[in-house]
């Protein structure tokens, strides 16, 4: 089974950025759409920002323009920058491959803690 690994993630002032990573132990079948979520303590876990193998993506209201997700796909990684932070964008961030019918390609992981606060 395809593990994913996610790091990248620290304490930033307001207005920093953060380069997330998401490593895959293997390839990962063109058809599965990467994916970044977040969560915060006591809330659900929210998409943050997707991107299919030909490159298209989405991203959630509440980022588009300060965020960026990228994939090299000869080093099975998936990328999420992330810009001009703000307070509410602190989580653990969350990445993952998910089929068009609806199932995850691998469990979670860890996920990697990202803190926006002066």
């Known amino acids: 089974q395809v593990q994913l690994v996610e790091s990248g993630g620290g304490l930033v002032q307001p207005g920093g950025s953060l380069r997330l990573s998401c490593a895959a132990s293997g390839s990962i079948p063109s058809i599965y759409v990467m994916v970044w979520y977040r969560q915060t303590p006591g809330k659900q876990r929210d998409l943050v920002a997707t991107?299919?193998?030909?490159?298209?993506?989405t991203y959630a209201n509440s980022v588009r323009g300060r965020f960026t997700i990228s994939r090299d796909n000869g080093k099975n990684t998936v990328y999420l920058q992330m810009n001009n932070l703000k307070p509410e964008d602190t989580g653990v961030y969350y990445c993952?491959?998910?089929?068009?019918?609806?199932?995850?390609?691998?469990?979670w992981g860890q996920g990697t803690q990202v803190t926006v606060s002066s």
């Open positions: 991107i299919a193998s030909g490159g298209s993506t």
């Open positions: 993952n491959a998910h089929h068009p019918v609806g199932e995850f390609l691998a469990s």
